[in-house]
């Protein structure tokens, strides 16, 4: 197993974790995070009538504390680290509060490449994503 995600599953133990955004981006690291028992809230805009089922029940199911609607970021008070969705920026007046008072303001992705085993290469933009991403995995293949 990778020793760089051990560490960090330990780093998490005991600590207050908070998750905004519950779409495409966190949602495997809100089931990850659930899976190993960690103390998460998710916050979100969307009420669960809004979300997408699946992810609606999924959060249903799993009982996790939830933070949703208009004022959902109201109760974003003494965590540890939380864990934004890319498009939610890091400017915020309550991220810049909490990161004040000493938390951890971090995202999944930063996550994945502090604690991926091998290099990363990143394709970003608006377009050409495919058609680079291919000829970068046709090099690394021959």
């Known amino acids: 197993m990778n020793q760089k995600y051990e560490e960090f599953k330990k780093e998490l133990i005991g600590k207050k974790i908070a998750i905004i955004g519950a779409g495409v981006s966190n949602l495997p690291l809100i089931k990850i995070l659930k899976q190993l028992s960690y103390n998460i809230t998710v916050f979100d805009k969307k009420e669960l009538a809004e979300m997408e089922p699946s992810t609606a ?46 938390a951890l303001i971090t995202t999944e ?32 293949k021959n």
């Open 57 to 102: 029940e999924f959060l249903q199911n799993e009982e996790i504390s939830l933070s949703l609607g208009e004022h959902y970021l109201e109760k974003l008070i003494g965590f540890d680290i939380i864990f934004r969705s890319p498009s939610f920026l890091p400017t915020n007046e309550y991220l810049r509060k909490e990161q004040n008072r000493g």
């Open 109 to 140: 992705i930063e996550q994945v490449i502090r604690l991926a085993p091998c290099p990363i290469i990143g394709v970003t933009g608006s377009k050409g994503k495919t058609t680079t991403a291919t000829i970068i995995y046709n090099i690394l």
